[in-house]
Nanobody
């Protein structure tokens, strides 16, 4: 049974840091791209970052580039999103997701292409 489970959300002040974790189970993480999406209150879900089979194959949205870093640990079946210099506009529920299509590369995509989702973890950035 394919499952994704996010953790690590919380409340921080602007300029702070958080590390989100996505635990993958029920499939071999090595062969699949994992995405992070987020949904802010009243807004559509948007792609934030992804990591592909090749460790060098990563993507970050312009809004988070230079502040967020995605990393995967295939042995531990984990994907991490390190978020630094957080801003109030980063406030959202963050989800990890996968299309579970063998060998797809990491590239910007829409939520409609994802097949499996975690339940999300809330990040609140406020002073």
């Amino acid at each position: 049974q394919v499952q994704l489970a996010e953790s690590g959300g919380g409340s921080v002040q602007p300029g702070g840091s958080l590390r989100l974790s996505c635990a993958a189970s029920g499939f071999t993480l090595d062969y699949y791209t994992i995405h992070w999406f987020r949904q802010a209150p009243g807004k559509e879900r948007e792609g934030v970052s992804c990591t592909g089979m090749q460790f060098s194959n990563t993507w970050h949205a312009d809004s988070v580039k230079g502040r967020f870093t995605i990393r995967r640990d295939n042995r531990q079946k984990m994907v991490y999103l390190q978020m630094n210099n957080l801003k109030p506009e980063d406030t959202a529920v963050y989800y990890c997701a996968t299309d579970l299509l063998l060998g797809t590369t990491c590239h910007p995509t829409t939520e409609s292409n994802m097949r499996y989702w975690g339940k999300g973890t809330l990040v609140t950035v406020s002073s």
